[in-house]
């Protein structure tokens, strides 16, 4: 995983906000190593990280596989089908092109990095502007630890490249636990 | 005489204000006022060919 960014997408409101949404939803955006991690298992992982059988009453809450060319879109069909017969239910993903992704207010970025004072504080000295922050990707991964993914082992493997102060790697050490 | 006395007590209460805003929580520097930090070395390894995939996950 590169980087990741969170917006708005699917809707035909232009420039849309958190308060503001129209017929968006919610999207997270992944840049990815095709060398390291295919599209199919990033499907593997959106199927397990939701309930895809679950109509939600929201557009702001959808499932959706935005595909951004014609061989993510057969992918993502070849998955929603194997995955209905896995379930043996309704799956209720819809699967569309992505006509428009529009970047989310800087508070939503790489959120549980944003509430950790002492880590972010390192962040904001090595990219004071914050479009050069969300695309760090030291800034996806600490998020990701903060956010409960990986492993203390891999953490450790990581802490250095990530830039930090020695205060601010106790900090996420500390944050990640054991 | 009294006026000036005034003006001058805000105006050192103000300087205070500002100059507690600039530190931290906890008394440390603020990012603004450290000096920058160098790129991440993982930041410099990021690879140039990349894919982007999006999904809304409810």
Known sequence: MVRTRVGYAGGDKKDP?????GNHSETVQIDYDPTKI???????VFWEAHNPTYPSPSRQYMSIIFTHN???RELAKASRTQKATERGDEIVT??????QFYLAEDYHQKYMLQQRETI?????RMYPDMADFIASM???????YLGGYGTRASLQRDLDSFGLTERAKEALLQAVGD | MLIIALLMTL???SLGAFFALTKGRDGAPSASESPPLPTPSIDGQTPKETETASFALG
């Open chain 1, 17 to 21: 906000t958190y308060y503001n949404l």
């Open chain 1, 38 to 44: 295919s599209y199919e298992e990033l499907l593997a």
């Open chain 1, 70 to 72: 014609e061989e993510q």
């Open chain 1, 94 to 99: 819809e699967i569309k092109p992505l006509a």
């Open chain 1, 120 to 124: 972010m504080a390192d962040f904001q």
């Open chain 1, 138 to 144: 030291a800034a996806t991964r600490v998020n990701g």
């Open chain 2, 11 to 13: 105006l050192i209460s």
